[in-house]
């Protein structure tokens, strides 16, 4: 790879192995309410430079059937520490990782990204379960 180059830095990044995030029963499912969780200490590695990025996560979600288990949350959040991934996909993977494990009604997660190099980055990334096919039909 020459001096310089992203080629190939994140080529395998959503096939990443991270922790499982644990969760509950939602005992309230009939019921549309929203979860927002803040995680100001957020950090993971710049892939390119090899220095720590700080960032604060932000997750809105809709919970369905499953609600997500805060201390496995923190150590799925830990794992990113020793993680070399850019800021772009930090966001996008723990947001496929979140989707899978508690397959939410809708969900928002929201990387504000300290300045580095004097620009600051804030990325969104969004789900949003589709209506049944039953649903969309009129009768």
């Given at each position: 790879?020459?001096?310089?180059?992203y080629e190939g830095l994140q080529d395998d990044i959503r096939?990443?192995?991270?922790?499982?995030?644990?969760?509950?029963?939602?005992?309230?499912?009939?019921?549309?309410?929203?979860?927002?969780?803040?995680i100001p200490e957020f950090t993971c590695i710049c892939p390119?430079?090899?220095?720590?990025?700080?960032?604060?996560?932000?997750?809105?979600?809709?919970?369905?059937?499953?609600?997500?288990?805060?201390?496995?949350?923190?150590?799925?959040?830990?794992?990113?520490?020793?993680?070399?991934?850019?800021?772009?996909?930090?966001?996008?993977?723990?947001?496929?990782?979140?989707?899978?494990?508690?397959?939410?009604?809708?969900?928002?997660?929201?990387?504000?990204?300290?300045?580095?190099?004097?620009?600051?980055?804030?990325?969104?990334?969004?789900?949003?379960?589709?209506?049944?096919?039953?649903?969309?039909?009129?009768?």
């Amino acid at each position: 790879m020459e001096k310089g180059s992203y080629e190939g830095l994140q080529d395998d990044i959503r096939e990443l192995k991270t922790p499982d995030i644990d969760t509950w029963t939602n005992q309230y499912r009939d019921r549309a309410y929203t979860i927002e969780m803040t995680i100001p200490e957020f950090t993971c590695i710049c892939p390119k430079t090899g220095l720590p990025d700080f960032a604060t996560i932000t997750i809105r979600y809709v919970p369905g059937e499953k609600c997500v288990e805060l201390k496995a949350l923190k150590e799925y959040i830990v794992f990113y520490r020793d993680v070399g991934i850019f800021h772009e996909h930090v966001v996008n993977k723990i947001l496929d990782d979140f989707v899978r494990a508690c397959d939410p009604v809708s969900v928002e997660i929201i990387g504000d990204f300290n300045v580095r190099g004097g620009i600051k980055t804030t990325v969104r990334a969004s789900y949003k379960k589709e209506a049944p096919l039953s649903d969309t039909i009129p009768a």
